[in-house]
């Protein structure tokens, strides 16, 4: 009897110790399917932020493809930006003097950013010209991958921080500016948030000429 109770008893405790190791085994497996996960996660969502770098890159090559191709007055928006916003999160936001500016801010995040140094307060005059401009202001469902796309803003506006000649070539110096407003259709951690913004100034090669206060001609220089 008392062999059979010590053989029940080690039966027991080798089933506990299995059932436990299961368990461990188990808690295992889940640690490191979640840990997985979350690494699958954060490069998915590393491979969003690289698309839309790029594709920030992408759109200011665009513009400066167009000189070559149509010149440099085709560096213009082909209408003018609409809509207003009271968030940060919508690039209208920066718009000014009904939607004839842009401010070129410091810190597009914070609404009570001061302007980029150089820059006009009151916002650069935007440069449109429904005729020959041929930069789109707004481009929507632009794809970033893994299925999460974005609206694109362009901004053409006049750099005050830079005056080639006055009074006729003072838009000869324009400053590009892009910004992607991914979507959250998910709202999960892959998802990218925004807005993003990327910044260029393009002058004409051939700077445009004024007349003199004298009444000779006065040619403007490159920079």
Not at 6 to 14: C, P, Q, S, V, Y
Not at 66 to 72: A, L, V
Not at 85 to 90: E, G, L, Q, R
Not at 152 to 178: A, H, K, W
Request: proline share 5%.
């Amino acid at each position: 009897m008392t062999c059979r109770a010590h053989l029940r008893a080690d039966a027991g405790i080798t089933v506990i110790e299995v059932m436990f190791a299961m368990l461990v085994s188990t808690l295992t497996v889940i640690a490191t399917v979640a840990l997985l996960t979350k690494g699958s996660e954060t490069t998915v969502s590393n491979v969003r932020q690289v698309r839309m770098t790029q594709q920030l890159r992408d759109e200011i090559e665009q513009v400066r493809r167009i000189i070559p191709q149509s010149g440099f007055s085709a560096v213009a928006l082909s209408s003018a930006p609409t809509g207003s916003a009271t968030s940060t999160a919508d690039p209208s936001f920066w718009l000014r003097s009904s939607n004839t500016r842009f401010v070129i801010a410091q810190n597009y995040s914070n609404s009570s950013s001061a302007v980029a140094s150089g820059t006009n307060p009151a916002g650069e005059k935007l440069i449109v010209d429904p005729t020959a401009g041929q930069i789109s202001p707004v481009s929507t469902n632009v794809s970033l991958g893994g299925g999460q796309t974005a609206t694109v803003y362009r901004f053409v506006t006049e750099d005050s921080q830079t005056v080639l000649c006055s009074p006729s070539c003072v838009d000869d110096s324009r400053r590009i500016t892009i910004a992607i407003v991914p979507s959250n259709p998910n709202g999960n951690s892959t998802d990218v948030a925004g807005p993003f913004y990327l910044s260029t100034v393009i002058t004409n090669s051939v700077p445009s000429s004024s007349v003199s206060g004298g009444g000779g001609l006065e040619l403007g220089l490159p920079l």
